[in-house]
């Protein structure tokens, strides 16, 4: 595995695992610590996005001047090959769809959360003037 889709698995994982920290009940005291490292990581994040276009662009043009392994000329190992790298294409192209939307994700229950923090904020301030 190319040094490219390494970065981008332990990317997608990391969004993962603070979508997941986000999202679990029961860490209201972690929560506050946890909102503010996420915020901050978004525009950093953002990178993912040119970076998974310029690797979908690379598995097409691997895909397009890909040899083809139709015909009987093919011998075994050859034919071994192909299968191999068209399932490492489709495994690169998952981990790509992956990485945004977990990306997409982030993003949006960042934003969720924010704004339930805020109201929560609003209603003990209206009662505590009450």
């Known amino acids: 595995m190319a040094l490219e889709w390494v970065v981008l698995g332990y990317?997608?994982?990391?969004?993962?695992?603070?979508?997941?920290l986000?999202?679990?009940?029961?860490?209201?005291p972690l929560?506050?610590?946890?909102?503010?490292?996420t915020r901050n990581l978004l525009k950093p994040f953002l990178?993912?996005?040119?970076f998974c276009l310029f690797l979908l662009m690379?598995?097409?043009?691997?895909?397009?001047?890909?040899?083809?392994?139709?015909?009987?000329?093919?011998?075994?190992?050859?034919?071994?090959r192909h299968q191999?790298?068209?399932m490492k294409s489709q495994r690169n192209a998952l981990l790509i769809a992956c990485a945004l939307v977990f990306y997409w994700l982030l993003y949006?229950?960042?934003?969720?959360?924010?704004?339930?923090?805020?109201?929560?904020k609003r209603v003990e301030k209206m009662k505590a003037s009450d």
């Not at 929560?31 to 490292?37: A, E, M, P, Q």
């Not at 949006?108 to 929560?120: F, I, P, R, Y």
């Open 11 to 20: 990317a997608a994982g990391a969004e993962a695992i603070m979508l997941l």
């Open 22 to 28: 986000l999202t679990v009940p029961g860490l209201n």
């Open 31 to 37: 929560r506050k610590g946890l909102i503010s490292v």
């Open 47 to 50: 990178s993912i996005v040119p």
């Open 58 to 80: 690379d598995i097409y043009w691997k895909y397009e001047t890909r040899p083809t392994c139709e015909s009987e000329s093919c011998s075994p190992s050859e034919y071994l």
């Open 84 to 86: 191999k790298s068209i």
């Open 108 to 120: 949006s229950v960042t934003g969720l959360v924010v704004k339930v923090e805020q109201l929560n």
